[in-house]
């Protein structure tokens, strides 16, 4: 089945992280089509909440189903020697239930049946004993069958040599393959030893690229909410509301000077000069905002407000340089710009909505900030 997420429920003012996919649940005039919802704490909801015996339950019963019972069933596919099929199981009841513990499982952070065979292949590769065989023996049969071959991530050959190494020797690979021998074994042992090479190069090579991102985790998100009654002077003690548009720090750009940022994005987006000259005139920024919103504005401005408001907070920063300082204190946060009063294109408005471009701009000048300090190339060791 195909899951998605994220998906959520709140219980006991706690949230539930969760995961959906499609079902078909009978109803009164035949089947139609459901989201079953799985969350981190075993709740299953479709329709109703009940948990996973419940939903054993309701597919023994023909209540939910894994495909249309009103359509004819796709044609199979043709008959090929199992050992070396390269198609998945058919989805079963059973395969689904045991997919679902997998859900639940990655939901709380805990490996899945795949993760758990892949563990076992490492021991198995680092101490390739019987028992260590074994153990990949029951790690990869606990996998649900539509699963298996997918466990080793291998295109070409499936699952296959998994299939091979849990033949015991002597045996029949998939019970109409060739024989299980020992070469066979050492053979499975040499492509593991090779698969494990290739992740670590592709690691390697990928930690090469990636080598200027941070070593450690980035700090918490700031987020900067918007205010009533905004000061028309700046406060004798600063905090980080000091990053906001409506911060009283006077400004020059293009020419002009303007109270704040605000002032300067709705007086350059007018159309008309006398507009202009009245939103960076007026009294606070809230004048500012509903003049410049009630005016003709230039016909290309949700093309150029991006980097006008960019200039503007560059402007902003590098002529106040306490200000400077507080946002370059932020360090490398995410920052979220929240707010009612300016458009969701500029702020951060919660769960997917809101472009949060206010935020995002503040980071590239906190960024533009710490470029300053780079005045040379590092001096030759040779």
């Keep these: 089945m195909v899951w998605k997420r994220p998906t959520y429920r709140v219980a006991a003012g706690e949230r ?21 919802f799985v969350f981190a704490d075993g709740v299953i909801r479709c329709g109703e909440s009940f948990d996973l015996p419940g939903l054993q339950r309701r597919l023994h019963s023909g209540k939910v189903a894994l495909s249309d019972p009103g359509r004819p069933l796709p044609e199979q596919p043709e008959q090929t020697p199992r050992w070396s099929a390269r198609y998945p199981e058919p989805l079963t009841h059973n395969g689904f239930l045991g ?38 023996k029951d790690a ?47 053979l499975v042992l040499e492509y593991f030893e090779a698969s494990h090479r290739g992740i670590q190069h592709s690691g390697d090579r990928l930690a090469r690229l990636h080598a ?26 600063l905090d980080l509301f000091v990053l906001r548009n409506e911060f009283p720090a006077p400004l020059s750009y293009a020419g002009e000077t ?37 005016c003709v504005l230039r016909s290309d401005w949700s093309l150029a407000r991006t980097a006008v408001m960019a200039g503007l907070l560059r402007a902003k920063f590098t002529q106040h340089l306490e200000l400077a300082e507080i946002l370059r204190s932020t360090a490398d946060a995410p920052i979220s710009y929240t707010g009612y009063s300016e458009s969701p294109f500029w702020t951060d408005q919660g769960r997917d909505e809101g472009r949060n471009w206010v ?20 001096a030759d060791r040779s």
């Design 140 to 186: 990869y049969l606990t996998i649900p069958a539509h699963l298996r071959v997918f466990v080793l991530g291998d295109m070409d050959r499936q699952d296959i040599p998994l299939r091979q190494l849990v033949t015991e020797l002597g045996k029949p690979v998939g019970g109409d393959g060739p024989i299980a021998t020992v070469e066979m074994h050492r």
């Design 359 to 378: 935020g995002r701009l503040l980071e590239l000048v906190r960024s533009e900030l710490s470029a300053t300090t780079i005045h040379h190339l590092p």
């Design 16 to 36: 539930i992280d969760g995961a959906w996919s499609h079902v078909w649940v009978q109803g009164h005039s035949g089947y139609y089509v459901e989201d079953l």
């Design 258 to 294: 303007y109270p704040t940022v605000l002032h300067g994005y709705w007086a350059l987006a007018a159309h008309d000069r006398d507009d202009h000259d009245r939103v960076r005139d007026a009294p606070t920024v809230y004048a500012a905002h509903e003049i410049g919103g009630s």
């Design 212 to 237: 200027d991102d941070p070593a450690t985790p980035r700090t918490a998100t700031i987020t900067l909410h918007e205010r009533g009654g905004p000061p028309v002077e700046p406060p004798a003690t």
């Design 99 to 136: 997919e679902i513990r997998d859900e639940i499982s990655m939901l709380n952070g805990r490996p899945t049946t795949s993760d758990l065979c892949r563990e076992a292949i490492g021991r198995y590769r680092g101490a390739p004993t019987e028992a260590n065989r074994l153990l990949v």
